[in-house]
């Protein structure tokens, strides 16, 4: 009699299991293009728009890179499921966005990375010696 399941191999289970998995891991890069997109319409202004896009770029990249194990749990323990190839991927593409929000970062002055932006902790120079020029005034030299 016909249940009406549909009864896959363990081979064709497998795989299935495993084109999700990288389904998983290639996730983040979806969201890639539209993470950048959106970093660019907000502008290179500081502005609480543009303040709240970055910060987003750069707090949600961060969070899955912690949270990585939690993204693959359903797999976790499923027999001859490869997850270090997946997860290598899924931080890849994690550090990739975080990149483009520290390019945005970059790009509205938040970065110190010019010598400028260094200055402050130059020391002091001190001179060993001093010198004046005399100074002629209406009664005589000062």
């Not at 891991?25 to 993470?35: E, F, I, M």
């Not at 502005?47 to 990585?68: D, E, H, R, Y």
């Not at 749990?73 to 550090?95: S, Y």
């Not at 010598?115 to 100074?135: H, I």
Request: hydrophobic share 50%; proline share 5%; with cysteine.
């Amino acid at each position: 009699a016909d249940d009406g399941s549909v009864h896959m191999s363990p081979e064709k289970q497998l795989a299935a299991k495993q084109r999700q998995v990288m389904n998983i891991a290639y996730g983040p890069g979806k969201n890639l293009l539209s993470t950048a997109f959106m970093l660019w319409m907000s502008g290179s202004s500081i502005q609480i728009f543009s303040i709240m896009m970055t910060g987003m770029a750069l707090i949600n990249p961060l969070k899955a890179i912690f949270s990585v194990n939690d993204a693959f749990k359903a797999f976790d323990r499923e027999e001859g499921v490869d997850l270090k190839l997946p997860k290598l991927i899924f931080v890849g593409l994690q550090v990739l966005a975080l990149a483009v929000g520290l390019y945005k970062c970059s790009t509205m002055g938040l970065l110190p990375l010019t010598s400028a932006d260094w200055v402050g902790y130059l020391p002091d120079v001190y001179f060993k010696e001093t010198s004046f020029v005399p100074f002629q005034g209406a009664n005589g030299l000062i």
